[in-house]
């Protein structure tokens, strides 16, 4: 039987735990030291560290010299220092003694590992280990400030021989990170979600502020069970010159794989640029590759490209304003790094701007590294040698305009880099900068000239390279297009056309990317969200938004800016928004268009908007400020907002496309609360979504009976106001809650008829109702209000007993349209009685009639209610009621013809409300009525109310008049 000397092997495994021991001393020696030159430890934090460390090796050395005497003294004392141990016939297989040891090692601590105690007395004099509490406390420090390999982390915390316990797949593995992966931190973890492989890599958030990306936490399954694991969180290292993925074919095959499997998804994308495709992998770190599968990787170029679509579009001044936002926010640097390394990945302007974006951080640190010096470190060789190129580039583009002063190298630089600018243009802003040099009163008028030149969007390739790239393929633009109304049907509700006319105009852009903007005008009353849609037009076109009001202005120069000579002299006000946007293809979206006042009886603001509209115009925009510079316009969508298209300037309005947005019906009303509305005042209270509900008769209720609107604002605020009476319950637990105290969407508090009145007491809103029985001579108009309210108005005809001859009095504040009106409408009645009948009545009533509209404190004008006017005439004529519960609505002319009017909806909508079942109108409008009952079917449904068309006064005469007499009236 082979045995071994105990002496011998007790003062072996003395040494060779020493050598372990004093090699991860030297380790993490130098991995605080990397920490500290990194700036992730501070000078403070390494001295403390390496105090404790130099602690570790002076009881080391203790520890070691008191074992060795031991050793040595038992032994000359006792005859065991001559004692062997049997071992069976490992020694005949090994005959090196040292290799003999290291094997006896290695199987008492993996038996050891496994529970397995096959030599106890061996096994237990091999893990006699004097260092035990210096190990522990290594292994403590170095799980807090990390290791200098990962070998170094796996062997402190799983053993010596850790490898043992795991697949051959897995240890190859952990050899390569072994040589780029830096552990940070470790710990023992039990997650509640287990992780179905022994060995798992995820993506983390920089672990600190110097370190930009690549960091990740590797996760061990810890052998012999399944819910606790091992979490390494660190970095990997930069390889700039992509060693590992270049070389992967031969060295790491699995890498390789991947690769060309994210190169082979990467290719059916055709919605993402080639040669950004083709970029953004070679400059990969190796991390992406090891930590990211396939799809993940995909959905990370996916994310960048948006990105890098949205930097290229803005100005210089904007991507600055991106690169610095969040100056003092911990994901700063990330950010910045960002941006960098897409910019690029692009063209010549992008990795110039890059240059200039890249030199604000020369002039911050973090900690005691210059910002700019941590950026660089993580790009790649190729986006470093492209980074070191800029500045020449910039220096000698320079160079070539003109000398470069301390002053305004900054100014000159952005001119320099700008390449859509013109060269007039360029030239113009040079001379300001050179103005600037001379110390003058004007400075800050001249740099406000420079600055803006210079942040406004130039067109460029650029600005159709997103449509031409889609465009470029049938399939890309149909998901283009369908997604683009997805978009808009989940923010914005209803108002087909309009999303109609928007996706047709995308649509051209497609086919051709050069083609010009559009000037579009949305006409409605207030409230129903034309505001809304023009602001998510922009954000499904993945453009920018600039909004300007008009309500209340009559100074030109608000648009076009003043004449440069003047003092305080500024830009108008087109220019600097289309600045702000930062993007030739822009929507530029004009408010309340029809409030635009006139100025010395002429309408600058119209004049001006005339010009910018013409597609032949717009292109050489001028702003008086910058004198002979001119603006190209042509890309950008303008749309106006109004309510009453009758105050527009004709010729403006036919260089506008109309699109018309009508009011919005009970039901839609509904759908918009539910969908909408309860969401945003959820949001709004930090209540869950759900937890508070409307059944939709409460909200008709509170749509018919507090709101009289054709939008959605007064709706908004009602039910802002309920909410706000909750929130007061909730916080008292009072009312409500009491009853209902935790709400959730599975258990939701419900609003009734009760709680609405409650908390926005009776209702307010004053509605017109039909009059109590049927009188001669009083009839029910309807009538229409910009804001998109309807309703009823009283028309009443009575004999005039003033005066001497016949004549109609007009009270009721009745406008020069209305009262030419009612004068049509008794001529029309007159011309269709029977003259003898006619004549009887002057007779009677030698003073001619009074006719009176109610509410004489509101104005009333239109011609709509000229078929009332007559029927009423007729009615007081021949002395005959008028059903009560009827109304109409149509113009008439002399020969008692009813012809078409707008507004119907509005007015049968108030008409309805105000107890109205039975309403005429002119069969012109009879499109209208079909479009009505096809929108709201639940208004016009023939049984609580019904509508007839009319072509005659006759026609109406039939349904209206009680008793009515063909008799009484001329055959035609």
Same mark, same amino acid.
């Given at each position: ?51 404790? !460390? ?71 004099? !091999? ?119 270049? +070389? ?42 090891? !930590? ?47 941006? %960098?390394?897409? @910019? ?34 993580? #790009? ?95 399939? *890309? ?8 109304? *997805?978009? &808009? ?20 852009? &497609? ?100 010009? #910018? ?19 190209? #316009? ?162 009443? /005809?009575?004999?005039?007993? +003033? ?104 007015? @049968? ?20 009525? +079909? ?7 639940? &208004?016009?449904?023939?049984? %609580? &109310? ?9 026609? /109406? ?16």
């Amino acid at each position: 039987m082979a045995t071994i000397p105990v002496k011998d092997f007790k003062i072996y495994n003395l040494q060779n735990e020493y050598r372990n021991l004093a090699t991860f001393l030297q380790n993490i020696q130098f991995h605080i030291n990397r920490r500290n030159d990194m700036n992730s430890l501070t000078v403070t934090e390494k001295n403390q560290h390496l105090k404790n !460390i130099d602690e570790m090796l002076r009881n080391m050395n203790t520890t070691y010299n008191n074992h060795l005497m031991k050793i040595c003294e038992i032994d000359s004392d006792d005859e065991s220092g001559e004692q062997l141990f049997e071992i069976g016939e490992l020694a005949n297989k090994i005959s090196d003694d040292q290799n003999l040891y290291l094997e006896l090692r290695k199987m008492a601590s993996v038996s050891k590992d496994l529970g397995i105690g096959s030599n106890d007395k061996l096994q237990n004099m !091999i893990l006699d280990n004097p260092f035990l509490e210096i190990k522990k406390k290594l292994m403590n420090l170095g799980n807090k400030v990390g290791f200098r390999t990962l070998n170094d982390c796996l062997k402190l915390n799983l053993g010596e021989y850790y490898d043992t316990m795991l697949d051959n797949e897995i240890i190859d593995l952990l050899k390569l990170y072994n040589d780029i992966f830096i552990p940070i931190e470790a710990q023992i973890i039990k997650p509640r979600k287990l992780f179905n492989k022994n060995l798992t890599l995820r993506k983390i958030s920089p672990l600190t502020e110097t370190l930009i990306e690549s960091c990740c936490e590797i996760i061990i399954r810890k052998e012999n069970t399944t819910k606790s694991y091992f979490s390494i969180k660190g970095y990997f290292e930069i390889d700039s010159l992509n060693i590992f993925v270049r +070389t992967s074919q031969i060295c790491y095959n699995f890498i390789y794989t991947k690769k060309k499997e994210i190169e082979e998804l990467l290719s059916t994308r055709t919605d993402i640029d080639d040669r950004f495709k083709r970029l953004y992998v070679r400059n990969s770190p190796i991390s992406d590759f090891l !930590i990211l599968d396939s799809e993940s990787y995909i959905e990370q170029i996916e994310k960048d490209y948006t990105q890098f679509r949205h930097f290229k579009k803005l100005s210089f001044m904007n991507k600055m304003k991106e690169f610095v936002k969040d100056i003092n926010d911990i994901d700063c640097i990330q950010n910045m790094y960002n941006i %960098i390394k897409l @910019l690029l990945l692009g063209s010549d302007e992008n990795i110039n701007e890059a240059g200039l974006l890249f030199g604000i951080t020369k002039d911050r640190k973090e900690g005691d590294e210059i910002v700019s010096n941590l950026i660089y470190r993580n #790009l790649s060789y190729v986006s470093q040698i492209k980074l070191r190129k800029t500045s020449v580039g910039i220096k000698n583009e320079l160079e070539k305009i003109k000398s470069l002063t301390i002053d305004d190298i900054d100014l000159k630089k952005h001119i320099a880099i700008n390449k859509n600018m013109p060269d007039y243009v360029k030239k113009l802003a040079m001379e300001k900068i050179e103005e600037m040099k001379a110390s003058n009163n004007e400075y800050y008028k001249q740099l406000l000239y420079v600055k803006t030149l210079v942040n406004y969007p130039w067109p460029s390739e650029d600005d159709d390279m997103m449509f031409r790239d889609i465009g470029s393929s049938k399939l *890309k633009s149909q998901e283009f297009l369908n997604d683009f109304v *997805k978009r &808009l049907d989940n923010n914005v509700y209803g108002h087909k056309d309009c999303k109609s006319t928007f996706k047709e105009l995308l649509g051209r852009w &497609l086919t051709n990317p050069t083609s010009f903007g559009s000037a579009i005008g949305l006409v409605g009353p207030p409230g129903v969200g034309k505001t809304l849609i023009a602001k998510q037009i922009g954000k499904a076109l993945d453009i920018p938004f600039v909004q300007i009001t008009l309500g209340g202005q009559n100074d030109g120069e608000i648009l076009h800016g003043h004449g440069y000579t003047y003092s305080g002299a500024q830009p108008g006000i087109i220019i600097k928004k289309m600045a702000e946007a930062g993007s030739a293809r822009c929507i530029m979206y004009f408010d309340e268009l029809d409030k635009a006042s006139k100025k010395h009886d002429s309408n600058e603001i119209f004049n001006i908007l005339i010009h #910018l509209t013409d597609p032949n115009m717009n292109s050489e925009f001028q702003d008086r400020f910058f004198q002979e510079v001119k603006f190209p #316009l042509d890309k950008v969508i303008f749309i106006f907002s109004y309510n009453d298209s009758e105050l527009i300037d004709r010729i403006l309005l036919d260089r506008i496309e109309e699109i018309p947005i009508s009011s919005y019906s009970s039901n839609d009303k509904v759908k918009i609360t539910k969908d909408f509305l309860l969401k945003e005042a959820s949001n709004a209270f930090n209540l869950e979504e759900g937890s508070i509900k409307i059944d939709d008769d409460v909200t008709k209720f509170l749509i018919e009976e507090y709101t009289n609107e054709a939008g959605v604002r007064e709706l908004k605020r009602k039910i802002e106001k309920i909410f706000s009476k909750l929130n007061i319950d909730n916080i008292y637990e009072q009312g409500i809650y009491k009853k209902h105290p935790n709400p959730t969407p599975e258990n939701p508090l419900i609003i009734d008829k009760d709680t609405v009145i409650e908390y926005l007491s009776k209702p307010r809103v004053s509605v017109q109702n039909i009059h109590s029985k049927d009188m001669v001579g009083v009839i029910n108009g309807m009538y229409a209000t910009d804001n998109g309210s309807g309703g009823i108005i009283p028309i009443q /005809v009575y004999p005039n007993h +003033t005066g001497n001859k016949f004549n109609l009095k007009l009270t009721g504040y009745q406008k020069k349209v209305m009262r030419e009106s009612v004068k049509t409408a008794f001529t029309a009645a007159t011309q269709i009685i029977k003259p003898d009948i006619v004549e009887q009545f002057k007779l009677n009533n030698p003073s001619g009639l009074h006719i009176h509209t109610p509410n004489g404190g509101t104005p009333k004008d239109g011609p709509s209610a000229g078929c009332a006017f007559g029927t009423a005439f007729i009615s007081r004529i021949l002395n005959k009621k008028i059903r009560k519960n009827i109304a109409m609505t149509g113009e008439i002319d002399t020969t008692g013809k009813v012809t078409k009017i707008g507004g119907l909806q509005y007015k @049968l909508t108030g008409a309805k409300k105000a107890g109205v079942t039975f309403v005429m109108v002119s069969k012109e409008n009879e499109e209208d009525v +079909t479009n009505i009952k096809k929108d709201d079917p639940e &208004l016009i449904d023939g049984k %609580i &109310l019904k509508v007839v068309l009319v072509d005659k006064l006759q026609d /109406v005469l039939k349904h209206s008049l009680i008793g009515y007499s063909a008799g009484d009236f001329i055959k035609n």
